[in-house]
C-alpha cells in the first residue's frame, strides 16, 4: 500500500516568503506528526494531530509556523516571512495512533531559504 | 530537556559481520524506544520498536536489546550486507505527564558497510 507522501519534495523560497508543505498520510492513520531534521541531525518534533485536533504544537520554533489538518487527513504545515534559518527538511509521519505503534515518515520536504 | 543520544557517530564494520549500534537515553519516563534507518535523501525507515516493559525483541537479522537499569538501548545487525549501509537513530518517546506522542531522536550513527 501506499506510504506517507510529501509535497513538494524540494522547495526554493526567497526570505520574507511564505510556504505550504503538504502532508498526505497512511490512510486509516489516525496520528500525524511534523518533525524538522536540520543537516546532519536528528529529526525534531513539530506538532502532532490525533483526527483533526492538534493535540501538541509544543515543538514549533516561532508563531511563523502553523499546522492544520481540517478533515483529519492531509495535513499542511505553513511557514509565514520564512527566514534563512528555517531551511532543514521537514518529515511528515503518521501511525494508526493506538498506543506504542511505530511512526512511519515521508520522504520529507527539503527546504531552502534564500 | 533530556534527549537520546548516541555513543558513536560513525561505525565501520566488514560485509557478512554483525554490528551493533548504541544508544543511551536520559529520561526515565520514557516508555517506548525505537529504531529507524535512514538512507540519504530518504525519511526515517522503521526497523524494530520496543516497550518498556520488555528488554529483548527480535525481528528479521535485528535485535533490540533495552536495559533500563543503565538506560541503555542497542541494535544489532546480524550478517551485514552492503544495503546496511545508513544513519540510524534511536528515538524514544516520553508520556510524562501526559505529554504529547512525538518521538525525541538522537543524532545518529553512520554505519559503513566495507566489502
Known amino acids: 500500500g501506499a506510504g506517507v507522501s510529501q509535497s513538494p519534495r524540494y522547495k526554493v523560497a526567497k526570505r520574507g516568503q511564505d510556504v505550504a508543505l503538504r502532508c498526505d498520510p497512511i490512510?486509516?492513520?489516525?496520528?500525524l506528526f511534523w518533525y524538522q531534521q536540520a543537516l546532519g541531525q536528528g529529526p525534531e518534533f513539530l506538532t502532532y494531530?490525533?483526527?483533526?485536533?492538534?493535540?501538541?504544537k509544543s515543538g514549533l520554533p516561532s508563531d511563523r509556523f502553523f499546522a492544520e489538518r481540517p478533515e483529519g487527513s492531509v495535513s499542511t504545515l505553513k511557514i509565514q516571512r520564512t527566514q534563512q534559518e528555517d531551511s532543514a527538511v521537514y518529515l511528515c509521519?503518521?501511525?494508526?495512533?493506538?498506543?506504542?505503534?511505530?511512526?512511519?515518515f515521508g520522504d520529507g520536504t527539503r527546504l531552502s531559504i534564500l | 530537556g533530556e534527549s537520546v543520544g548516541l555513543h558513536l557517530p560513525t561505525l565501520s564494520v566488514q560485509e557478512g559481520d554483525n554490528s551493533i549500534i548504541n544508544c543511551a537515553y536520559s529520561?526515565?519516563?520514557?516508555?517506548?524506544f525505537i529504531w529507524y534507518k535512514q538512507e540519504s535523501g530518504k525519511g526515517p525507515q522503521f526497523i524494530i520498536d520496543?516497550?518498556?516493559?520488555?528488554d529483548k525483541r527480535q525481528g528479521q537479522r535485528v535485535t533490540v536489546l533495552l536495559n533500563k537499569t543503565v538506560k541503555h538501548l542497542s541494535l544489532q545487525i546480524a550478517a551485514t550486507q552492503p544495503g546496511d549501509s545508513a544513519v540510524y537513530f534511536c528515538?524514544?518517546?516520553?508520556?510524562?505527564?501526559?505529554?504529547?506522542?512525538?518521538?525525541?531522536f538522537g543524532k545518529g550513527t553512520h554505519l559503513i558497510i566495507q566489502p
Open positions: 509521519a503518521s501511525s494508526l495512533g493506538y498506543s506504542n505503534q511505530p511512526q512511519h
Open positions: 490512510s486509516g492513520h489516525v496520528s
Open positions: 520496543i516497550r518498556s516493559n520488555m
Open positions: 494531530f490525533q483526527n483533526e485536533a492538534q493535540l501538541d
Open positions: 529520561n526515565s519516563a520514557s516508555d517506548y
Open positions: 528515538a524514544e518517546r516520553s508520556r510524562e505527564g501526559g505529554g504529547a506522542d512525538g518521538l525525541t
